[in-house]
């Protein structure tokens, strides 16, 4: 079994930051791709940042320059780093791994269970 744990959510003003992790955790051969999704209520989840193992940061353009996303392969975690944070990032945010967990058997995606982030005055 695998399971991703995401953290680092919370209530922030407009202007702030926040820096969420994610670990996976669990029977793991091989991670590809990890990333942060996010929800707003009543909205789809959307891709907010993704990177493969040893590959370039994808970013939405709603947050690219405002936003890092990295990535330790050793420890299996993935990071968010957001900064100037706005009320349309209100949102549960997940963290998303496309992971082998058994040899032979292909790569599938796994989702945590999602953070609260909220941006107000």
């Known amino acids: 079994q695998v399971q991703l744990v995401e953290s680092g959510g919370g209530l922030v003003q407009p202007g702030g930051s926040l820096r969420l992790s994610c670990a996976a955790s669990?029977?793991?051969?091989?991670?590809?791709?990890m990333g942060w999704y996010r929800q707003a209520p009543g909205k789809e989840r959307e891709l907010v940042a993704s990177?493969?193992?040893?590959?370039?940061?994808n970013y939405a353009a709603s947050v690219q320059g405002r936003f890092t996303i990295s990535r330790d392969n050793d420890q299996n975690t993935v990071d968010l780093q957001m900064n100037g944070l706005r009320p349309e990032d209100t949102a549960v945010y997940y963290c998303?791994?496309?992971?082998?967990?058994?040899?032979?058997?292909?790569?599938?995606?796994?989702w945590g269970r999602g953070t609260q982030v909220t941006v107000s005055s």
């Open positions: 998303n791994g496309v992971i082998r967990t058994e040899y032979l058997r292909p790569f599938r995606g796994f």
């Open positions: 990177m493969a193992s040893r590959g370039r940061a």
């Open positions: 669990g029977t793991i051969i091989s991670i590809n791709e």
